[in-house]
């Protein structure tokens, strides 16, 4: 159990990665993309849906094993502390803010102008929750 658990939490660790990877890689696509002129954006969006699709691995990875470690490690949440729902709020609040972005992005390659200003907003947001479920994961665990 010991060794499926250890594997379990290097996927958790690795998808942490892959998120702050991809998301960091997109701080930087991300609003060139933006500034680009509309004839020119079709140069960055491979890049951009690629770096996406990383993110995203990494969440759904995260949101997978995560409570698969919870249930198999800690037997629940029952002995875990504030800083563990502190994290779990910003987890919540960080999959709602993705969502937010995934669909102005949707919106804004429709031709949806208006929709890169969320984008503009959304992307440091994200990465200051990011952030903060980090802290929260390595005071709740340590
Ligand atoms: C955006 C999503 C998430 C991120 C960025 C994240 C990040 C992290 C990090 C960096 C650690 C290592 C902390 C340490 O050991 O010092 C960790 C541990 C852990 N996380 Fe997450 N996590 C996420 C989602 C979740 C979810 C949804 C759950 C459960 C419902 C969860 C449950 C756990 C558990 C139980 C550990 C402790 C592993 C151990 O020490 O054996 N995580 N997380």
Redesign the pocket.
Known sequence: MNTV?NGL?FV??FA?AM??GGGIAMSQVGPRLVAAPAEQRDIWWPLATALTRISLIG?ML??V???L??WL??NG?AGLGGWFWA??VL?AA??VAIGVMEGAKARFRRGDEGAGRVLHAAGPLIGAI?GG??LC??F???
């Open positions: 658990v939490l958790h660790l942490a998120g702050v969440l995260l949101l094993s995560g409570p470690i919870l490690k800690f949440p994290k779990m987890v960080g999959v990011m479920v980090i994961a390595v709740a665990f340590n």
